[in-house]
C-alpha cells in the first residue's frame, strides 16, 4: 500500500496545463528536467525543499494540494506529536 499519493497531475490538469506547461513551470522554479518528469509520473520521493519548490510552481497554498496523505500517516505523524 502506498501510503503518499500525489496529486499533482490533478492540480496540472485542474490548471489546465499540459505535461510540457507544468515541467517548464518547474524548471523556472529551478527543478530538473528529470525531477519534473518524476514528479509528473507520480514520484513522491521528494526533499521538503523540492516539494515547497512543487508547490510554488503550481501556485497552490499548501504541500497538502500536491501530496495526500493515507490515514496511516497522519496516525503516526499524530503518535509521533503525542511522545
Keep these: ?25 518547474c524548471i523556472m522554479a529551478d527543478i530538473s528536467h528529470q525531477t519534473a518528469r518524476d514528479v509528473y509520473a507520480g514520484s513522491t ?6 516539494l515547497a519548490k512543487i508547490a510554488i510552481a503550481l501556485g497552490v497554498t499548501s504541500v497538502a494540494e500536491v501530496l495526500d496523505l493515507s490515514d496511516e500517516v497522519l496516525a503516526e505523524l499524530g503518535k509521533k506529536d503525542a511522545a
Aim: proline share 0%; net charge positive; no cysteine.
Design 1 to 25: 500500500m502506498k501510503l503518499l499519493q500525489s496529486k499533482v497531475r490533478k492540480v496540472v490538469a485542474r490548471k489546465g496545463w499540459s505535461e510540457k506547461m507544468f515541467i517548464a513551470q
Design 45 to 50: 520521493g521528494l526533499t521538503t525543499e523540492t
